[in-house]
Every structure is written in structure tokens, then in C-alpha cells.
């Protein structure tokens, strides 16, 4: 099973740990797109603060955040999955996980980035500003940039499993399974069960620890018919609409009664 997750707009701060080594980094094949992005992103926050922080879309009280990516090469790494935040890294809580968990996290968890494509929740990376909505100066939309080396790399990260889509819309444009991987993939919206709206905050809350119940749970499911079983298993409410044509993906509404 491949999870894709979105990463969190707030990251923690990475210490004084060794640097970023790109080499390290998993998905090898999206080291040259890597390095496009770092280079430009890095160049863009050395020059003019202000016009850095109008591309980057960051308020005056997140000014502070052109100087940390224009240090990016030089500053301290954590793992991933101790760098991202937020609400569905949260409910995840991916330090109080199991040795167990944690070797399934390792294997299926992928965080996409606008900066980095996509990472292992084990890579080490500095914290960092880019979103994937972000047009950089001589790359253009992100989302695009990453559209050529993801359709490359991807589909082989994701074998022959179940890849189960969490990620947000900004960050589903860079990369859309496609043929036989696309009939393997579920995306998962979260409705208010009375109303049947979609919900924000509480949906990242629910995709997290849909997350966590899979991993603690040991499940493995192998298709989306199987994912569905196994979360209704797990005492989630599930409504699942199978594609009616090739090469489509299965469509998953989990309800839930409490949206905050």
C-alpha cells in the first residue's frame, strides 16, 4: 500500500542537525527536478525579500520564512515526518506509533512538496516554504514542473498495490495515476454525515487517523475493494463508488458526525 499524504503549510523548526544531503533522498529519479527547485527557490530568497515573499504568497508576519529558504543548503535536518505539522500529522502522531507502525509508515507513507516532489516520512530535510500553488521565477507553476519526472518515477514506487490518495488538489496536479494504477487507487473525501458537505478542518483530522488506524491495525489491503472492508473493519463509516469506466479510480466517502 502507497499512502499519499500533503504536507503542512506550518513545519517545525529542524535544529542545528547535520544538512540537507539531496543524495539521500528517496525517489532518486526526481533528483534533477529537486535540484531546479532548490536552486531557484534558494536564489529568489537570497535576492529581494519582498518580491520573494509576494511569489511565495507569505503574509508580513511570515517574513522570516524568505530568510530560512535562502538558508536551505546549510541548515539543520529531521526526518519528514518530524518536520511536517498541522492538523493531519497531528491526529497521525506518527512519534507514539508502534516499532511496527513505524516500519509500515516508513514503507508507505509519501509526502508530496513543492520544493522537494515528493519524500519518504524517514528523509531528512530542512524546514522550508514552498507550496505546490507557487510560481517560481524560471520554472513556473510547480505543479507543473513536477508532472514529467513524477509520471516517470511513480508508477513504479507504487508496484502493484493499493495507493490510497489523501492529498489535497494543489498537490494531486503534480502527479494523476493513470491506466492500470489509476483502477488501483482510492481518493477519500470526508462528509458531515447529516448534511453530507465536505468539511476542512476536520477532514485533515479524519485523514490522519485513518492513516494511523491502518498502520496500527497491521492493515494491508490490496485493492480499493479490500481498503473499504478494512476501514469499515475498523469502525469507519464508508460509502464506495467503484469507476465505471477503465483506467479510473474508486471514489470513498467516509462520514463522520462531528466536524470540529
Known amino acids: 500500500m502507497l499512502v499519499l499524504l500533503p504536507p503542512s503549510e506550518g513545519k517545525a523548526d529542524a535544529g542545528?542537525?547535520?544538512?540537507?544531503?539531496?543524495?539521500?533522498l528517496s525517489l532518486p529519479g526526481l533528483a534533477e527536478a529537486r535540484a531546479v527547485v532548490l536552486d531557484a527557490l534558494v536564489e529568489l530568497c537570497a535576492g529581494d525579500e519582498e518580491k520573494a515573499r509576494e511569489v511565495l504568497g507569505l503574509s508580513e508576519g511570515l517574513r522570516g520564512e524568505v530568510g530560512k529558504n535562502a538558508g536551505l543548503r546549510t541548515a539543520g535536518a529531521r526526518p519528514a515526518g518530524e518536520?511536517?505539522?498541522g492538523v493531519l500529522y497531528d491526529a497521525l502522531d506518527l512519534p507514539s506509533l508502534d516499532a511496527a507502525a513505524k516500519r509500515r509508515a516508513a514503507r508507505s507513507l509519501l509526502v508530496f512538496s513543492g520544493l522537494w516532489g515528493a519524500v519518504r516520512v524517514t528523509d531528512r530535510i530542512p524546514s522550508y516554504r514552498c507550496s505546490m500553488g507557487v510560481r517560481l521565477p524560471g520554472i513556473g507553476a510547480l505543479g507543473t514542473h513536477w508532472r514529467a519526472p513524477m509520471s516517470s518515477v511513480l508508477p513504479e514506487t507504487a508496484g502493484d498495490g493499493l495507493v490510497l490518495d489523501l492529498r489535497s488538489a494543489a498537490y494531486a496536479a503534480a502527479w494523476k495515476p493513470k491506466g492500470e494504477v489509476a483502477e488501483r487507487t482510492a481518493s477519500v473525501r470526508v462528509l458531515h454525515a447529516p448534511t453530507r458537505k465536505v468539511v476542512s478542518h476536520f477532514n485533515k483530522a479524519t485523514k490522519g487517523r485513518i492513516v494511523r488506524s491502518l498502520l496500527t491495525d497491521g492493515a494491508a489491503p490490496k485493492d480499493?475493494?479490500?481498503l473499504v472492508t478494512a476501514l469499515r473493519d475498523l469502525g469507519y463509516v464508508v460509502?464506495?463508488?467503484?469507476p465505471e469506466k477503465k483506467g479510473r479510480g474508486w471514489s470513498l466517502d467516509v462520514l463522520v458526525e462531528q466536524v470540529h
Not at 16 to 24: D, F, I, N, V, W
Request: aromatic share 6%.
Open 16 to 24: 542545528r542537525g547535520a544538512p540537507l544531503k539531496p543524495e539521500s
Open 83 to 85: 518536520i511536517y505539522t
Open 224 to 226: 480499493p475493494a479490500e
Open 239 to 242: 460509502e464506495a463508488s467503484a
